[in-house]
């Protein structure tokens, strides 16, 4: 593959996690109830993740696949718990 297509194809993959980042730190910050905002967080991970995965095709380079691991882990324990302990929202 060329690489001039390869760099336009992850730009337009960053620019589009960028606008996801700034669309889902709305909703952690705005959202009505504790639920919006545990599936904001749980989404941000997500797209943590995926960040992580395009800075490796962009840079060629694995060494933070063990961070995405940990982050993995991390994001499915805190959402599990978050969820198991939660109170309802008074209305």
């Known amino acids: 593959m060329d ?5 336009a194809i ?3 993959a960053a620019a589009f996690l960028i ?6 730190t709305w909703r952690i910050v705005v959202g009505p109830n504790s639920m919006d905002r545990l599936v904001g967080m749980d989404g941000f991970i997500a797209m943590f993740q995926c960040a992580m995965a395009t800075y490796i095709c962009w840079s060629l380079n694995t060494t933070v ?4 691991l940990v982050v993995a882990l991390l ?5 599990v718990s978050a969820t198991k302990f939660r109170k309802r929202d008074t209305q």
């Open 65 to 68: 696949a063990n961070a995405m």
């Open 10 to 12: 992850l730009t337009v």
């Open 75 to 79: 994001g499915f324990i805190s959402t």
């Open 19 to 24: 606008a996801a980042f700034f669309i889902t």
């Open 3 to 7: 690489p001039s297509i390869y760099t």
